[in-house]
């Protein structure tokens, strides 16, 4: 048996799942019965996930968990480097980017569900950051970059 974790790209809700082995969910898929347990779209696909395996472990090597924490404290810190945090405007600055009204640059914030469907429809290339690498929005009083 195998577990992913999924997601539904209609309403972006995250799920878990077991399958027999990794054919039986990649059958399942294209047959189109892996299906979303908040909106029942089967417009879904699987998320990034690190294996779980046993074994031994060589001294001296982070396990998996220590190694992804690593990665996304890196992630974390590279974004509040070198991005500009907009907060609950980014819908508004990401549109106005892509229509060319304002000069493009890295940025990121907050945005609900539905700016961000109406983003995606409307070919504005963003995309949620998984909460693990998503850095805490700075202070009223922090720089924002």
């Known amino acids: 048996m195998i577990r992913y974790a999924l997601y539904c790209r209609d309403c972006e809700a995250e ?3 077991w399958f027999a ?6 059958d399942q898929a294209e047959r189109g019965l892996v299906a979303c347990p908040e909106c029942d779209s089967v417009d879904t696909g699987k998320q990034i996930m690190a294996p779980a395996v046993a074994s031994s472990k060589r001294a001296g090597a982070p396990s998996p968990e220590e190694a992804f924490d690593a990665f996304a404290r890196q992630a974390r810190r590279h974004i509040r480097e070198t991005h500009d945090y907009v907060g609950g405007e980014f819908a508004g600055e990401a549109r106005a980017m892509y229509y060319g009204e304002k000069e493009e640059r890295p940025i990121w914030g907050e945005a609900t569900k539905e700016e961000a ?15 693990a690498l998503a850095p805490k929005p700075p202070k009223p009083d922090e720089p924002k970059h």
Do not use: W
């Open 15 to 17: 799920f878990d799942a």
């Open 21 to 26: 082995s990794s054919k039986a969910y990649d």
């Open 117 to 131: 469907k109406a983003l995606k429809e409307e070919g504005v290339g963003a995309l949620p950051l998984p909460d």
